[in-house]
């Protein structure tokens, strides 16, 4: 009796453990396949959001060379272009948005920043044209070599100098702001009070 007990006690603590094993395993397996899901989900959706991007910076650029050949509007003047681009500029911010390289963002972040600050890049609209080209150049040669599965490039010279002339640029606007004020608040002092007719 106490031996049948004792069969009977290892084939069910056996049993337990096989079960066990059997989930353990199963689970094992459906988690390994929702993270393959998962990363097939991402690259798919990385895949779509670049191309997506590059498809946007392309038509960006092709915008910004048709235009430069009729543009000779001054500074202040607003371009049909622009509103074209700023609405690329958009499509292209929500596409990078989605793409889940962290490398991806470190490396076209700051330029795609740049092109869209064009307005700080020289007295005319084919300055402001000729930088986007340049910045979206360089954002579509990074994307490029994404998609290839290549080592991202590193930014054109192109990206360091129009850093450079836009920082430049917004000194040059923060110290005239400065002195517009300076002068305002001097005038100001210098003006006659007004004679106080309360008795």
Do not use: C
Request: aromatic share 6%; no cysteine; glycine share 6%.
């Amino acid at each position: 009796m106490t031996q049948d007990i004792a069969t009977a006690l290892i084939g069910l603590g056996g049993a337990v453990v096989g079960a066990g094993a059997t989930s353990i395993t199963t689970w094992l397996g459906v988690r390994h396949q929702r993270q393959i899901t998962k990363e097939g989900r991402l690259y798919e959706i990385g895949r779509v959001a670049t191309d997506t991007a590059l498809t946007r910076l392309i038509e960006l650029q092709d915008l910004s060379t048709a235009a430069a050949a009729s543009s000779s509007a001054a500074r202040d003047d607003r371009e049909p272009w622009e509103q074209a681009a700023h609405s690329h500029f958009r499509a292209i911010e929500l596409a990078l948005l989605r793409v889940p390289s962290k490398e991806v963002h470190k490396r076209v972040k700051p330029t795609f920043d740049l092109a869209k600050q064009y307005r700080y890049t020289g007295p005319r609209h084919f300055h402001y044209l000729r930088h986007v080209r340049q910045m979206t150049e360089d954002m579509i040669n990074a994307l490029s070599a994404y998609i290839r599965g290549a080592d991202l490039p590193p930014p054109h010279q192109d990206v360091e100098a129009a850093r450079l002339t836009i920082e430049s640029a917004k000194e040059a606007e923060r110290r005239r702001y400065e002195r517009e004020y300076q002068e305002w608040q001097e005038l100001r002092a210098e003006e006659p009070e007004e004679p106080d007719d309360l008795p």
